[in-house]
């Protein structure tokens, strides 16, 4: 039980749509242990949308229970969930979320500075370090708009890992990348994971999907498949096979 | 998190918006500045006024007939008229210190060539300290003049100036209505008083002189200026004068005399300004409040168009409250520095109108700490309703807001 990191059991999300109830979410159990790497599939309307945003404490369940790292968070206040976000989730979207005209560094300290206790100096110091795990720490000083779609990703990478969070939580985080750019990202999430952290991922391309270690398939609110990715893909193998173009990177600015 | 924390988050995102700031500041600011400007205006009116007020001195009080008001005709020289022996009545009451009669006449002043038309007062020699009267040259008139009903004179230094353009009067025997008197001083200029009268536009003789040479009769002193020893027992000091005249002169009624004191004029030449400043500060504040609400409108747009960074500082780990602050925080630097840059304006602008308008201007602290109290409040107020949106907005809409 110690290496389990969050359960839902029974997790019901219902929305009403002038007199229509919408079951978005259907008793849905799940465990997630610790240094998984999850990938959610499903089509739209499957609800993995909004199973991610109860796993993210974005929203709150109908009816069931969600326990993450032993602490009953389903029916907890908003200040508190607040605080959960801030300290145990770490968050990829698919368009970046990035704040403009705010430097790469500072959108990765965004989390630490809602974090009491923390001086000046250790947020620089841990939002260069997060930012120097993605491979980024050349462009702590640049603003969102002089870097790559790829690499703003890897900023909203670090920016979800300065926290060292229980685990990280990506939402399509290759939807508005291109083939190569997408391995890229892949391949840092692979990284983490090898470093330890548990990563959930929903997508819906299902070659993506393949990067992860557990597959998990939604439809209609329930999920149908989840099961162990025997033929996992090495996203640093891939980049090697890919051909050869001019790093992108380099011509930024 | 910290309050000091939420304010760089704040003083940041409204650094990324320069143009933006600066012009809805610019509406505090302009408000800020003509509240103060009109403010300084208002007080400077008010120090002028009560400067004059002062310099005819506070323990003054005049004492009229009113006589002349009365419906019903009475035979001169009968019941009510102030006399000399009323001067002499009120000068040995306790708390008088000088008293005087004034008689009023005007006439044909002639000196060689030059002829001027001017206004002359016949006075005892206490006039000289009740008003604080000095000559700039020669010398005043002395009581054994008074008593001799010397044709001796001072003169004001508008008569001097066009009696005497080219001579110095001390000693010259001028002629008013023909009849000769020898100036002995010129008085100290005095400038205009409060109703906008030359001040220096004036003879003054011994009383005695005025009324047996230029008037004729005796009876009819004009009013009586009185000093009081002390500007504290001055109301007091009224009445007894009221209750004095009314014994002397039997059978009259307390509407017959008229004993008013430079104290009620100051007060109500004052509330007069202080009407004045209230009514441009109201209309200055008015425009203070326009800005205001140019506050709330950007602040309302600056949410509108920053739902997803809402939305990703929530999602990150600000709570509502963070949220609110920076965003109350954002309306209330915009108002404060706005304030302070106002301060600065209208300083100016109340120091160059003062010069340019040669207005006197004075800038007070109060009205300095009123309208950055005023601005700083405007800031919480218009900053809270958008600031409130803000933190309500939910968190998965603000998230997904294109």
Request: net charge neutral; proline share 2%; charged share 20%.
């Amino acid at each position: 039980m110690s290496d389990t990191l969050l359960s839902t059991k029974a997790i019901s999300k219902t929305y009403a749509m002038g007199d229509i109830r919408v079951h978005a979410l259907r008793h849905v159990d799940l465990d997630v242990t610790k240094g998984d790497f999850i990938a959610i599939m499903g089509a739209s309307g499957s609800g993995k949308t909004t199973f991610m945003n109860l796993l993210g404490c974005l929203d709150k369940p109908t009816t069931g229970s969600y326990i993450l790292d032993g602490i009953t968070v389903h029916d907890m206040e908003d200040d508190k969930l607040t605080q959960i976000r801030n300290q145990k989730i770490g968050y990829v979207f698919q368009s970046f979320y990035l704040l403009p005209r705010t430097t790469a560094l500072e959108n990765v300290e965004l989390p630490l500075l809602y974090r009491h206790g923390l001086s000046l100096h250790a947020r620089h110091e841990r939002a260069m370090k997060a930012l120097k795990t993605v491979g980024l720490e050349d462009r702590a000083k640049h603003f969102p708009n002089q870097l790559s779609g790829g690499q703003q990703q890897r900023v909203a990478i670090a920016r979800a890992i300065v926290n060292d969070p229980s685990f990280i939580l990506a939402d399509e985080p290759t939807g508005n990348l291109d083939t190569r750019t997408s391995i890229e990202v892949m391949s840092v999430l692979q990284e983490l994971h090898a470093q330890g952290k548990t990563i959930i991922m929903v997508t819906h391309e299902p070659d993506i999907a393949q990067y992860a270690h557990r597959l998990i398939t939604f439809r209609d609110g329930k999920i149908i498949q989840d099961k162990i990715n025997k033929n996992r893909k090495d996203a640093l193998q891939d980049l090697a096979q890919l051909p050869r173009i001019e790093d992108e990177e380099e011509e930024e600015e | 998190m910290s309050v000091l924390g939420i304010l760089r988050i704040a003083l940041k995102s409204l650094l990324r918006n320069k143009t933006r700031t600066f012009l809805t500041m610019l509406g505090i600011i302009i408000g800020v500045a003509a509240v103060i400007t009109m403010l300084a205006i208002g007080q400077g009116a008010k120090n002028i006024v009560e400067e004059q007020v002062n310099s005819m001195g506070t323990n003054v009080v005049m004492v009229y007939s009113n006589f002349n008001r009365s419906t019903v005709r009475q035979a001169a020289g009968e019941g009510n008229l102030l006399s000399v022996e009323d001067v002499q009545a009120i000068k040995a009451l306790d708390q008088v210190l000088y008293a005087s009669p004034v008689y009023n006449s005007w006439g044909q002043l002639k000196y060689e060539g030059n002829n001027w038309r001017g206004s002359i007062m016949g006075v005892d020699a206490d006039y000289f300290f009740i008003r604080e009267m000095t000559t700039s040259r020669g010398d005043l008139f002395y009581p054994s003049d008074v008593e001799n009903g010397s044709k001796i004179c001072v003169i004001g230094k508008t008569v001097a100036d066009n009696l005497f353009p080219d001579t110095d009067p001390i000693g010259k025997i001028m002629r008013i209505r023909n009849i000769p008197f020898t100036i002995t001083g010129v008085l100290t200029p005095k400038g205009q008083n409060v109703m906008g009268q030359d001040q220096d536009d004036i003879v003054i003789a011994p009383y005695t002189t005025v009324y047996q040479r230029l008037l004729g009769h005796r009876w009819r002193v004009m009013s009586i200026i009185v000093s009081a020893r002390s500007r504290d027992y001055i109301h007091i000091l009224q009445q007894d004068i009221l209750d004095l005249l009314q014994t002397r002169h039997h059978g009259t009624t307390a509407e017959e005399f008229v004993v008013s004191s430079q104290t009620e004029l100051a007060e109500t030449a004052s509330s007069v300004s202080d009407t004045m400043t209230i009514l441009l500060a109201s209309i200055a504040g008015i425009s203070l409040l326009v800005g205001g609400i140019g506050i709330m409108n950007i602040m309302l747009v600056s949410v509108t168009e920053r739902i997803k960074e809402i939305g990703i500082r929530r999602a990150v780990g600000a709570g509502k409250r963070d949220v609110l602050l920076q965003f109350i925080i954002e309306a209330v630097a915009i108002s404060f520095l706005g304030g302070l840059l106002g301060i600065a304006l209208g300083v100016g602008a109340s120091e160059a109108l003062g010069n340019m308008m040669n207005w006197s201007v004075a800038v007070t602290l109060w009205s300095v700490l009123l309208s950055v109290g005023f601005s700083m409040a405007i800031g919480i107020f218009f900053g809270w309703y958008p600031a409130r949106k803000a933190a309500n907005l939910n968190l998965i809409d603000a998230l997904r807001y294109e």
